[in-house]
């Protein structure tokens, strides 16, 4: 599981705003009353179901719990042995070359397209069609290639059977398995990508290219120099929501591969779900979540310093 | 930096004639084109035909072994026997639960969740109260929290509230809000325009009164995109459902899961699995016929300029 | 317009209702007088259906409500179901995972005095005791291995039915296993995998079917060949604490078969997913393989193959072995109707509902009278089925490994098995998986 969607740029309250209509300053009071009726609902589902659960998830990662007994306090015993777990480290290298391959892929292909889009076409019936496969889920896109590429019968490997080359295991052999899954999710998520690129292309002034142009500038230029930087909140964000995402890969490999061949799509959140799940140490499962939280807090706020997402060269 | 409140759907640049260096762009978007279509007429082509054939006609562009039977046996109409005989499971499918659970599912938590945010969001961008944009920051992180790592308490919070296999334990963590709709109106309040508001604040009348009846009208195009996006969401949601619902609250994404391999050696069901693929699809599909240009085009609203 | 907003807002106020309504209904699966049973073999389908049915007619105040679930899903399904309270009145159960379910307090142990349990194939019922003495599950039925081989195939490589039923195997040259195996091999030009010149990257039919790696317990992979050097996967059995996949001959007897990899003769493990190694027979690409009785209907019902079926290899202790698996139904411990539960597994471990699974020629009741029945069947359909039988007279089988910890040692010998037989790892490292596998019992 992917992004749900891209949220919108962080924090873009203006920081210069005109100054305030003239209206009589008796209304300065706070409105916190109002605003605690409002956002009851979503802060009740806030805590509940997300704060709550991280603490709790928390507690248990210093646990054991099989789930079927009663949790049982065991200090930092499951954080010792994760250090030591082959698995665990596989888990890691797995998962990273999976949000390598699928994240340089996706948004290659995803600003290659923003930008065919936008020079060439920019009919709504296209950019619809390119959402196609984002309409399903991502269980169904990973059925639908498990089908494509299979060994036997796919239809892939018989294109590849015609053109002389040996057929390829796509999810059977070791070095393809994360390939292909990052492939998949891929295919799932460009057009979605790129019509969120497109966007930002759309958001760029003409005038912009207008006076690089009479500046003399090429494309290449055009593109390096102007339309990438101002890109830049755009694209910070996607990556920022995509990586994060792609962390995160489960269903497609639930559903295909189960973590195998031998190892190579054991990534992080299945082999949670197997430890916990499967094997019933619910603890220990909790403490690599915990850790792949970290993980992405830290990855996340990296990203968003380097990339500067919050300020725009519009300004 | 402002910001617009919708992105301009172009489509209105002039015609231009084709020029040669606009051949190679065009293939380019026609094989990205192909490349997200094709494989819908392939997945049609296998479910329309039968399992035993499959293995012979493995490239032929037309069903190898013409059958109805993949579609039959998605709606649960074929018998045990025939779908065994014919390479699939005996297991009966509930297909029209599978269907309703995912529609019960993805409506309440939609119309559910978006509602509350909305209301969230108004108090972000519009309502002045100390701790605002703390609190709304906290909102953010909850992005950054892996699934899994709630799902797993969560779930246990659901089965000690023995509410495992009912529609009410499945909906529950979405009722309230999602991060993601919260940001996403808050987005638009903010670009809305606000001297409609201060004129009725001026007027006297109370938050109560001009979120019902001024933003909220004056929202109604972003709101509808976020509830189809956000029923796009939750009618493809898997691992939730994975763990917390059991025959009676089935959805159709975990349901499929029958089409796999039936017996330890066997290969699964493929003509039956694309079949279902596309029935489950197939709501999703007809929703963005009917609403496309508007997702289409708004999509990219969470944007700036 | 304030009526979109009323109306959502109404909307949302019914759907929270709705939502509620909703939860109130539903409770974990069973409404009066139901039990859930569940199941994973497609095959068996429709016999226990007709058990049902019998079933249902003595007892009209109970339905039983069979629900099959593949067997990759099987387990998973059933442990998250464990852990969430829901799972199963009655459900098959597997000699590998029922010790984990007992040792979590899932099974309900059975009253078995009522029941005559002399009337099941001998140590059946005893496979099912747990450390305690308790009964934890009433036979089924019983399963054995053979070979079956592809008969137009073997005459074509010169190779008779006597020949296919003697074959003698060991683990340094292969014995005339290997050499059968070779001579079924064909490559793309037709050429054979004893003959000069065979290209081994170019197989066109395969001497040996893949299946998997077979994890810890290889039961129709290569369990039948460790069985004939006297290696043992464990210290005792049942309830054994201490694995031997260090062994001298359990290695050896892997990297002779991973090695069949290498030579061309057996398919690449990569190319096993997704596909099926029944399916690959049937289709000609394989002209051999190991399996287990169950899978006799599927094999039978191959439209261009004629099947043989003969014992397995005579190896180096001068017999042949098969492992010997049975199925038992047992009762969850959570379950709401104890005596409608008792009632449908003492059924399903009756001659009445097993005379049907016999007649369904599927696989083999755990009652002795109804094998008989089964035997006429399997006979009827022109299949014999003494390769899977000898075993049981001859008292050549060995039973499947019963420890603690299933789940995990599957987790560890899993990969390490598949490592090996993907040519990544030597048959060496299964001895660091050794130690981690006995490391759990410590």
Not at chain 1, 181 to 192: C, E, K, P, S
Not at chain 2, 24 to 50: G, H, K
Request: aromatic share 12%; net charge negative.
């Amino acid at each position: 599981m992917t992004t749900t969607a891209t949220p919108p740029i962080a924090a873009v309250e203006p920081r210069h705003r005109a100054a305030p209509p003239a209206s009589p300053r008796r209304r300065r009071r706070s409105d916190l009353g109002v605003a605690l009726i409002y956002i009851a609902p979503a802060v009740i589902g806030l805590v509940a179901f997300y704060i709550v659960p991280t603490i709790r998830g928390l507690y248990l990662s210093f646990t054991e719990y099989s789930v079927l007994g009663d949790p049982e306090w065991v200090g930092t015993s499951n954080y010792e042995a994760l250090a030591r777990d082959p698995l665990f480290w596989n888990a890691m290298v797995v998962t990273v070359e999976y949000v390598v391959i699928n994240i340089l892929l996706q948004t290659t292909i995803a600003v290659g397209l923003a930008l065919l889009m936008h020079h060439v076409a920019r009919s709504t019936l296209l950019r619809g069609l390119l959402l196609l496969p984002y309409l399903m889920a991502n269980v169904i896109a990973a059925m639908l290639w498990f089908w494509m590429l299979d060994y036997n019968l796919g239809i892939v490997n018989q294109f590849i059977e015609w053109a002389g080359l040996p057929r390829v295991a796509f999810f059977g052999s070791a070095e393809w398995a994360i390939p292909t899954q990052a492939l998949i999710n891929t295919w799932r998520h460009m057009g979605y990508t790129s019509l969120l690129i497109f966007a930002g292309l759309q958001a760029i002034p003409p005038t912009v290219y207008e006076a690089s142009k009479l500046d003399g500038a090429g494309p290449v230029q055009t593109f390096t120099r102007i339309t990438l930087p101002l890109l830049r909140p755009v694209l910070a964000l996607v990556l920022v929501v995509t990586v994060t995402g792609s962390f995160q890969v489960f269903d497609t490999v639930a559903v295909t591969t189960g973590g195998g061949p031998v190892n190579a799509t054991r990534v992080l959140q299945f082999y949670i779900f197997q430890r916990a799940f499967s094997q019933q140490e619910f603890g220990y499962g909790s403490a690599i979540a915990v850790v792949l939280f970290v993980i992405l807090a830290v990855v996340a706020f990296i990203q968003m310093k380097f990339l500067r997402g919050n300020e725009s060269d519009l300004d | 930096m402002t910001i617009t409140s919708l992105i301009v759907t172009s489509g209105r640049g002039a015609r231009r004639r084709m020029r040669g260096r606009d051949v190679l762009p065009w293939l380019l978007l026609i094989a990205a084109i192909a490349v997200s279509v094709l494989p819908f007429f392939w997945v049609l082509r296998t479910a329309l035909s039968t399992n035993g054939e499959l293995a012979a006609n493995s490239a032929s562009l037309l069903p190898a072994g013409f059958s109805l039977g993949a579609f039959l046996r998605v709606f649960g109409l074929q018998s045990p026997e025939e779908a065994v005989a014919q390479g699939g499971s005996g297991a009966s499918i509930d297909f029209w639960s599978y269907l309703r659970n995912s529609a019960v599912f993805a409506s309440v938590t939609t119309v559910c969740s978006v509602f509350f945010s909305s209301m969230a969001a108004y108090a972000f961008s519009r309502l002045r109260w100390k701790g605002r944009d703390k609190v709304f920051a906290l909102f953010l992180g909850t992005v950054l929290v892996p699934p899994i790592f709630t799902a797993l308490p969560n779930f246990l919070l659901i089965r000690n509230l023995h509410l495992i296999d009912t529609m009410l334990g499945l909906v529950l963590p979405y009722l309230f809000m999602t991060p993601f709709a919260i940001f996403f109106m808050r987005q638009f309040f903010l670009s809305m325009s606000r001297e409609v508001e201060e004129a009725a604040m001026i007027d006297g009348a109370r938050h109560g009164r001009i979120f019902f009846q001024i933003v909220l009208p004056n929202a109604v195009g972003p709101l509808v995109t976020l509830m189809l996006l956000t029923f796009m969401t939750q009618w493809n949601e898997y691992f939730w459902p994975l763990l917390v619902s059991g025959d009676n609250t089935r959805v159709l994404t975990v349901g499929l899961g029958v089409f796999k391999s039936q017996s330890p050696q066997g290969a699964p069901d493929w003509s039956g699995l694309m079949a279902a693929t596309l029935v489950s699809a197939l709501p999703v599909i007809v929703l963005f016929i009917a609403f496309g240009k508007r997702i289409v085009n708004n999509i990219g609203f969470s944007g700036t300029k | 317009m304030n009526r979109p907003i009323r109306f959502l807002a109404t909307a949302s106020v019914g759907a929270v209702s709705v939502a509620a309504l909703a939860g109130c209904g539903g409770t974990s699966g069973s409404a009066e007088g139901t039990i859930d049973y569940w199941l994973w073999d497609a095959n068996q389908l429709p016999a226990y259906k007709q058990c049902a049915e019998d079933f249902h007619k003595e007892n009209p105040d109970i339905t039983v409500k069979i629900t099959q679930t593949a067997w990759d899903d099987y387990w998973s399904k059933l442990t998250n179901s464990m852990a969430a309270g829901t799972a199963p009145d009655v459900f098959t159960d597997h000699l590998a995972k029922f010790a984990d379910f007992v040792n979590s307090d899932q099974l309900m142990p059975i009253d078995t005095s009522d029941i005559d349990m002399t009337q099941y194939a001998e140590g059946l019922a005893d496979l099912w005791v747990g450390q305690d003495g308790e009964q934890y599950g009433l036979p089924k039925d019983w399963d054995t291995v053979a070979l079956f081989y592809n008969k137009k195939f073997a005459a074509d490589a010169g190779l008779t039915d006597e020949q296919m039923s003697a074959l003698t195997w060991n683990p340094e040259d292969g014995g005339t296993f290997e050499e059968a195996i070779a001579r079924l091999t064909v490559d793309k030009n037709g050429v054979h995998g004893d003959e000069p010149g065979f290209d081994k990257d170019n197989v066109a039919v395969h001497g040996l079917g893949l299946n998997a790696s077979g994890a810890g317990n290889g039961q129709t992979e290569w369990s039948y060949l460790t069985g004939t050097t006297d290696w043992t996967h464990t210290d005792e059995n049942p309830w054994g604490t201490h694995y031997n996949y260090d062994d001298e001959r359990f290695q050896d007897t892997i990297a002779w078969w991973a090695g069949l990899v290498q030579k061309g003769y057996m398919p690449e493990l990569e190319t096993t997913v997704g596909a099926s190694m029944p399916d690959n027979f049937g289709a000609g690409k394989t002209a051999m393989t190991s399996d287990g009785s169950w899978s006799v209907g599927q094999y039978v019902g191959y439209k261009d193959v004629e099947v043989g079926i003969v014992p397995t290899p005579v190896g180096p202790n001068g017999k042949n072995a098969s492992m010997f698996n049975g199925l038992a139904d047992g009762i969850w411990a959570g379950t709401d109707d104890k005596e409608s539960a008792v009632k449908w597994v003492e059924y399903l471990a009756s001659a009445a509902c097993q005379d049907v699974v016999g007649e369904h020629a599927v696989v083999f009741p755990a009652i002795t009278s109804s094998t008989e029945k089964a035997k006429a069947a399997f006979a009827d359909k022109g299949i014999d089925i003494t390769p899977f039988t000898q075993h049981v007279d001859a008292g050549t089988t060995f039973l499947f490994p019963i420890t603690d910890n299933a789940a995990k040692i599957q987790g560890i010998m899993e990969p390490a098995m598949d490592a090996v037989v993907s040519g990544q790892a030597d048959a060496s490292t299964l001895s660091d998986a050794n130690d981690q596998v006995n490391a759990l019992f410590e």
